[in-house]
C-alpha cells in the first residue's frame, strides 16, 4: 500500500511520562504504516528541555509560527516534588504550555470527544461543547487589599504624558476589602481575533457573553473589541452560514444548559475557569477532551487536555500493562494531520485525518475500551477494559 504524503511538516513536541509511552505507540502503529509522516522533532520531555536551559520549547514555539501547525504531548510542570523527584534539574522551569501560549498570543480551545456510550449530564447535549478561555488578566492579575480602618479607596490612572484621572471606589465606615483589575485592548482583540479564526475553521457558531449590563465600561469594551473584530469575518462567516452571537453569561448558562451543543463559547477569564470545569465534567470524561492553542494570526497547536498520567506511568515502570485512555492524544494527531491536510491542499492526509477518528469510535462502539472508560459507559454497551496496547492494536486492525 503507497503510503499518503506530506508537504509541510508538522511540529512534533515530544513529552513525558505515560503520554510519551503513548506517543511512540501512537505513531509507530496509527500513522507510520499509513503516512509517510513529515515532522520537525523537538523534545519538549523534562530533562532535554533541563539540559537546553528550556530553549527548546521556545524554539518549538517559533518553529510553530512558522510553519503553522503543531502537536503536542503532555509536559510535567515541574514543582517541588519534581525537584526533588529529578534532582539534575537546574531550575523549576516554566509550564511549557504557557510559554508556548505566550509566544503564540493564542487562546486556548477544549472539545470533550462524545462517544454513544457515554451519556453527557445534560441529556439535550448532542454535540460538543467548545470553550474558549481568555488568559489574560481579571481577576488573575488583580491587586487587593484589606484595610480595617474607617476611609476612601480610590482608583487613579497617570498616563505617561502627565493626565491623572481619578475615581472613588467608595468611602467605607469600618473594615472592607478592595480589589483593582485590569485588561489590555491588544489582549482582548488577539483573543477575538482567535475566536473567529477558530469558528471558521470549525464552522461552528461563536457565543461570547460578559456581563456589560453591570459592567458597562470594563465588560462593554470587551463587547465593543469583539463586534469591531467581527467586522472583518462578517463576509466568511455568511459564506460558512454560521453566526456570530454575543448574551449576557447569565442568559449565556440557561441557553448552554438547554442547546444541543455544536459551537464554540468564548468566556472571559474567570468565566473560562469556571464553565470550562463545568462542561468538561458533564460531558464526562478529561481523558476524552481535547485541546487546540490558536493564535489570532491562525497558527494552530494541538494535544490532549489531560496531563502526562504519572500514576500510570509508575506502575508501568514496575512493567505493568496499563490501560491508560490514548483517545485525546490520537485526536491531537488527527486534529494536526487534517489541519495540515487542509493548508496544503491534501484531500488524502485530510482523509486518512477523518478515517483514524472514526476507528476510534468503531473501536469504542464494539466495546473495546480503556479502563477509565469503561466505568462510565452504560451497560447495554457491554464495555471490555484492554490494555492501551490492545485498544491501539484494536484502532489499527480497523483502519487497516
Ligand atoms: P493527569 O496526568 O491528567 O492525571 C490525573 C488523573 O486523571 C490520572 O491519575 C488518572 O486517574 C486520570 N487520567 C488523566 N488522563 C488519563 C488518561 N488518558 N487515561 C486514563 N486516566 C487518565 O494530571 P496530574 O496527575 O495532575 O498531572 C501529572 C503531570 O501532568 C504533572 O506533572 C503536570 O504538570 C502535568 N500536566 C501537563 C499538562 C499538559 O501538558 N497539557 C496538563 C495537565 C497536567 P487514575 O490514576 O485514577 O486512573
Ligand atoms: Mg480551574
Known amino acids: 500500500m503507497a503510503k499518503i504524503q506530506m508537504k509541510t511538516p508538522l511540529v512534533e513536541m515530544d513529552g513525558d511520562e505515560m ?68 534532582p539534575e534539574l537546574t531550575e523549576m522551569w516554566k509550564s511549557p504550555n504557557a510559554t508556548i501560549r505566550a509566544i503564540l498570543d493564542g487562546t486556548v480551545f477544549r472539545t470533550p470527544i462524545m462517544i454513544d456510550s457515554i451519556k453527557p449530564a445534560v441529556r439535550s447535549w448532542e454535540k460538543p461543547i467548545t470553550i474558549a478561555r481568555h488568559a489574560y488578566g481579571d481577576v ?72 456589560d449590563t453591570i459592567s458597562k465600561v470594563y465588560d462593554g469594551r470587551f463587547k465593543e473589541i469583539f463586534d469591531e473584530e467581527f467586522e472583518a469575518f462578517k463576509d466568511e462567516f455568511e459564506k460558512q452560514g454560521i453566526s456570530y452571537f454575543y448574551t449576557l453569561i447569565d442568559d449565556a448558562v440557561a441557553r448552554v444548559i438547554r442547546s444541543k451543543g455544536g459551537f464554540i463559547w468564548a468566556c472571559k477569564n474567570y468565566d473560562g475557569d469556571v464553565m470550562s470545569d ?34 500510570h506511568y509508575y506502575r508501568y515502570l514496575k512493567g505493568e500493562k496499563t490501560s491508560t485512555n490514548p483517545v485525546a492524544t490520537i485526536f491531537a494527531w488527527s486534529g494536526a494531520l487534517k489541519k495540515r491536510g487542509e493548508l496544503d491542499g491534501l484531500a488524502d492526509l485530510v482523509d486518512f ?48
Open 353 to 400: 485525518a477523518n478515517r483514524l477518528e472514526k476507528a476510534c469510535f468503531d473501536t469504542l462502539a464494539s466495546g473495546i475500551m480503556t479502563g477509565d472508560l469503561a466505568g462510565l459507559t452504560e451497560p447495554e454497551f457491554n464495555a471490555k477494559a484492554v490494555t492501551s496496547e490492545e485498544f491501539i492494536d484494536a484502532i489499527a486492525e480497523r483502519l487497516r
Open 140 to 211: 488573575y492579575k488583580a491587586v487587593e487589599m484589606n484595610n480595617s480602618e474607617p476611609g476612601e479607596a480610590t482608583l487613579t490612572f497617570t498616563s505617561e504624558s502627565g493626565n491623572v484621572e481619578t475615581l472613588s471606589v467608595q468611602s467605607v465606615k469600618g473594615p472592607a476589602v478592595f480589589q483593582a483589575m485590569h485588561n489590555t485592548e491588544v489582549s482582548i482583540r488577539s483573543f477575538a481575533r482567535a475566536c473567529l479564526n477558530y469558528a471558521v475553521s470549525l464552522r461552528q457558531d461563536l457565543w461570547f457573553s460578559t456581563k
Open 19 to 86: 503520554t510519551r509511552i503513548l506517543w511512540a505507540m501512537i505513531k509507530e502503529k496509527l500513522i507510520f504504516p499509513f503516512v509517510d509522516l513529515k515532522t520537525e522533532y523537538y523534545d519538549l520531555g523534562l530533562l532535554h528541555r533541563n539540559a537546553t536551559q528550556d530553549k527548546v520549547t521556545v524554539e518549538a514555539a517559533e518553529a510553530t509560527k512558522r510553519l503553522g501547525v503543531a502537536v503536542k504531548c503532555a509536559t510535567i510542570t515541574p514543582n517541588r516534588q519534581r525537584m526533588e523527584e529529578y
Open 278 to 311: 463545568m462542561v468538561s465534567t458533564a460531558f464526562g470524561s478529561l481523558a476524552m477532551m481535547t485541546s487546540v492553542l490558536v493564535s489570532p494570526d491562525g497558527k494552530f497547536e494541538y494535544e490532549a487536555a489531560h496531563g502526562t498520567v504519572t500514576r
